[in-house]
Nanobody, 125 residues
Framework: QVQLVESGGGLVQAGESLRLSCAAS????????MGWFRQAPGKEREFVAT????????DYRDSVKGRFTMSRDNAENTVYLQMNSLKPEDTAVYYC??????????????????WGQGTQVTVSS
């Protein structure tokens, strides 16, 4: 049974930092690109970041470039999202997602086959 479990969300003030974690089990983690997505109330789920299976390639949505960093530890089956200089517009539920084996990281939610339950990030002004 595949499980993706996010943690690390919370309530912070603008300018502060959070580090999200996503622990994966039941899948060939090291062969899969991983992604972070987010969904704010009343909005569609949107791409935040992706990392290729080896960890050597990452991609980010423009609004988080320079503030967010995605990384992975294939020995621990875990991905991370370090979020610095948080803004109120970053407020959303953040989801971790796993792609198909050997597929490159993409920005499209439909390309990801497994999803976590999400963790709430709230940034106050």
């Amino acid at each position: 049974q595949v499980q993706l479990v996010e943690s690390g969300g919370g309530l912070v003030q603008a300018g502060e930092s959070l580090r999200l974690s996503c622990a994966a089990s039941g899948l060939t983690f090291s062969r899969r690109a991983m992604g972070w997505f987010r969904q704010a109330p009343g909005k569609e789920r949107e791409f935040v970041a992706t990392i290729y299976s080896s960890g050597g390639i990452t991609d980010y949505r423009d609004s988080v470039k320079g503030r967010f960093t995605m990384s992975r530890d294939n020995a621990e089956n875990t991905v991370y999202l370090q979020m610095n200089s948080l803004k109120p517009e970053d407020t959303a539920v953040y989801y971790c997602a796993a792609g198909k084996a050997f597929q490159r990281g993409t920005t499209r939610p439909d390309d990801y086959v497994y999803w976590g339950q999400g963790t709430q990030v709230t940034v106050s002004s």
